[in-house]
């Protein structure tokens, strides 16, 4: 199982047959054997940074508006959602895509449904200067920045140097995100021995989710997140969203409607699920997923029993103390919210 | 000075004249004699309220389009509000006034710029429902919250009963606002003994700030708050915001654009200034309100130093523990953002 760890996440994918076989053979035995891992507590290396990362992160002076903020649509009170179907951007623009959860998403193989970003860092660049989401630019938002004093400072306390770039930005942001994750959820309890932190109907839509396929996208650690797939592999998924997943960033129309496998952590709290958030609840969620993925049709008390152990994996949740942002100076540009 | 105190509120307006004239005999003693006092940290009474008051307060399911909560305008990173001119309601729709702080707005004779919520609870209901706001109903409201195993659990818990009206709601948010108080800023300090705790600029500046008739209407612990008074009482204020004030309220066209005087707790961190919004800075505010109010023309460094002393008022921030929504059920109606 070595193979999703962190470290050696690009390799993640093309071990991933192997990988599924290995975990359909390991059912029924908890701990090392199994498909699916404990999520470790995060080490914090660099609390400045991620003191840093987490004002920036819930600054809206970080969009044009000045009213939209990273935790906007990734909300730390919601399971780092914003549980709507697409986001609202600038302006109430209905966004392109459900967003996902940053919770855990250090441990994803990329960044966004088709990965077009390789890490967090490249990730939380995009939003502030789409013009859909916080229509902001990154020379604006380091403008802004470097208007006010107690940013100036601590930037360069953190990055021991002048240069307030984007770069800072969005590593600091990334520093703060990495420290989002989800441990101890009743079923990484049961992983690491302790039988009764999950019940029998619990315990029973576990093996369920092994022995029906769901595992071979869903596993390690994140229970997803290791690899692209293609959605609708054994019926085509129909949706109204445009989106084409992989296929528009490597160009290879082989990996058309290919994304990301989300990671089913906290997936109570994630609602509502797929790329286009078209599906409302758990229940319904596994119904298709087993329809177009697996070409099954669970039963009533099957789909029942794979959501109860599917809300075994909310873990403990991120402790934030809201942060007191720096307040902008005389020379800080306004927002322009309805300009 | 006992006539600003919250017990005595309604009375305060009326003994205003009489207050400001003492106020100006009592310059240049700190302490009791000051008709500035210090802020009070707040006693909770009732912490299970309060939590449940927090949830409501950043839950943005109280809103139609599941984006908005109470936090969004008055956003405690920020000194409790959203640094807009005007906010963003529904659909990006552009409010009509700017938000107040509600830092310490439980020490305020009433709530709104108008008055027109004699209190927090009062004042609670009013943006939920309001469709330039969150576009949502009570009815809507207490719905959603229903829908939620475990906010019917706690609010069973906090309330003792199994009735979940806009009451409890209500009621449950003007709890956790009322804990919102910023005790401790180095006026305080000052005000109670510390005569290093503020600069001879800073000193300077309330001298001036209380010799030119500032304090007349910004004076008690909340320096504002307890008054209703008139927007361009020497000079007329020249403003594209259509908002009539205290008129609209009281249909008495002499309380025409009379508005409750602000607050200047935490002023650094509430920007922009007025009803309107209209000034950005500290300096252009206390700029105009000399003109408009006084009829006095600061000098450069008279301004300078009232701005000196207005940043004397930042207090401690409400430390603020983020907290963990419960999440929807699927019986839970989803929000309509697009719709």
Known sequence: MQSQSPSSRPAARFFLGIVSAAALLSMG??????????????????????????????????????????????????????????????????????????????????????????????????????????????????????SIPQYVAEFKRVFGHDKLTIDEVTAAIAAFEETLVTPNARFDQWLKGDKKAITAQELRGYQIFKTSGCVACHNGPNLGGNSFQKMGLVEAYKTDNPAEGRSAVTGNDAERFNFKVPTLRNVELTYPYFHDGAADTLAEAVDTM???????????????????????LTGDQPQIALPILPPSSDATKRPQPFD
């Open 29 to 146: 035995s908890a701990g090392a054997q199994e498909p699916v891992q404990p999520i470790a507590p995060h080490k914090v290396t660099n609390p400045a940074q991620v003191t840093l990362g987490k004002k920036l992160w819930f600054d809206p002076r970080l969009s044009r508006s000045g009213f939209i903020s990273c935790n906007s649509c990734h909300n730390l009170s919601m399971g780092g959602s914003d549980n709507l179907k697409t986001s609202i951007g600038d302006k109430w623009q209905k966004g392109p895509i459900n967003s996902p959860t940053v919770l855990n998403s250090s441990l994803n193989l990329a960044q966004f449904w088709d990965g077009r970003a390789k890490d967090l860092k490249e990730q939380a660049g995009g939003p502030i200067a789409n013009p859909g989401e916080m229509a902001f630019s990154h020379d604006l938002a380091v403008d802004m920045l470097r």
């Open 290 to 312: 087993g329809r177009i993925q697996l070409g099954k049709k669970f039963t009533a008390q099957e789909n029942a029993d794979i959501v109860a152990f599917l809300k075994t």
